[in-house]
């Protein structure tokens, strides 16, 4: 039988790889220079703008943007809300980009004066009495970063992260985070690194909205009343180790503050059905993700389909699309001139 080899890299593709290596790193260093020496307001101005930017110059984040907050916002929502809602996403995100790279330079004054104190800790010290370590779960949302920061001034915990490239950057910004008091579970690594810390009644943090379309992988939920897969880790920990699981989150105030918040913790119990186990628990945790969706949806960066098998009937602003005026602006979570 033959056996088809990979075939070797191309000197071009090696160059190219280089390339765009030395570019992030350059793009990266260049901005943290900024940083060092621009004020917030300036670096929230130049975020808006990249934010905008990016809304149209990259038509399927913006496609699958404007589906999946079609269907957060529901039926009833006036197409205008609907793209005003995707574009904030896009600008928020680039906010909080600008608010990652300055973490190094945050200090803990900076978080006293910026961050409220969470609405619903006494749900976090609920979990943490069972002392069977605890399970925080989050989506793509707000300032993960801060809120992991934050917590980490009062307990110890870690949080599963994806690796960056290139691999000089990932090492850079894994150092920012465990400066802050995060710990680092690499996803490579993170099935045994979860159910070790967990069994140790250490806390982990996991982000569980990230959509997984492959036939049987995650655990099949409703979400925002359509069915989709996610990821089902979280659900998987807690019925093996019995932790509790706790849903938070932080999100950015008008006032360019922050705010969070923990919704009381949910626990599960193994029977005799491991298959309908996790995905009764899934389901119970995309609906603690709802809640903070829904009150600060351009505050969700899901820039992929997160229903695949959803069409969307909403027209793209990019193809010549001039929405109808509508009823007045939505009330949003981004702060003026955003």
Do not use: C
Not at 43 to 50: E, G, N, P, S
Not at 205 to 226: I, M, N, S, W, Y
Not at 236 to 259: C, D, E, I, M, Q
């Amino acid at each position: 039988m033959k056996v088809e080899l990979p075939a070797p890299p191309t000197w071009r593709g090696a160059f190219s790889g280089r390339l765009r290596r030395e570019a992030t790193l350059l793009a990266w260093h260049t901005w943290q220079r900024l940083d060092s020496v621009l004020p917030r307001s300036v670096r929230f101005l130049i975020a808006t703008l990249v934010g905008e930017l990016s809304f149209w110059v990259l038509p399927g984040k913006r496609a699958a943007t404007i589906s999946n907050m079609r269907r957060v916002l529901g039926p009833d929502a006036p197409v205008e809300q609907v793209l005003l809602m995707a574009k904030r996403s896009f600008r928020n995100y680039a906010k909080y980009l600008s608010e990652f790279t300055h973490l190094p330079r945050w200090t803990d004054a900076d978080m006293e004066r910026l961050v409220s104190p969470i609405a619903g800790w006494e749900h976090i010290e609920d979990a943490l009495a069972d002392r069977k370590g605890v399970i925080f779960v989050t989506p793509h949302f707000g300032n993960w970063d801060l809120a992991g920061w934050y917590f980490g001034r009062h307990h110890q915990f870690s949080a599963v992260a994806d690796p960056l490239e290139p691999p000089e950057l990932d090492v850079l910004v894994q150092g920012w985070r465990k400066a802050k008091y995060m710990d680092i579970i690499p996803l490579a690594n993170a099935a045994r690194g979860v159910l070790r810390a967990l069994r140790n009644g250490g806390q982990v943090a996991l982000v569980a909205d990230k959509p997984t379309h492959a036939q049987g992988e995650g655990a099949l939920v409703r979400f925002f009343g359509a069915w989709t897969r996610v990821p089902a880790g979280a659900a998987h920990f807690a019925l093996k180790t019995g932790s509790p699981v706790v849903a938070v989150g932080v999100w950015r105030t008008p006032s360019n503050t922050y705010a969070g918040f923990a919704r009381p913790p949910l626990r599960f119990t193994p029977s005799q059905h491991p298959k309908r186990d996790v995905d009764t628990a899934m389901q119970r945790i995309v609906e603690e993700l709802e809640v903070a969706i829904k009150a600060h949806p351009d505050q969700w960066y899901m820039f992929r389909q997160m229903w695949p098998l959803v069409p969307s009937s909403l027209p793209d602003p990019g193809a010549a699309f001039n929405p109808v005026p509508s009823a007045r602006p939505p009330v949003s979570s981004e702060a003026t001139g955003g």
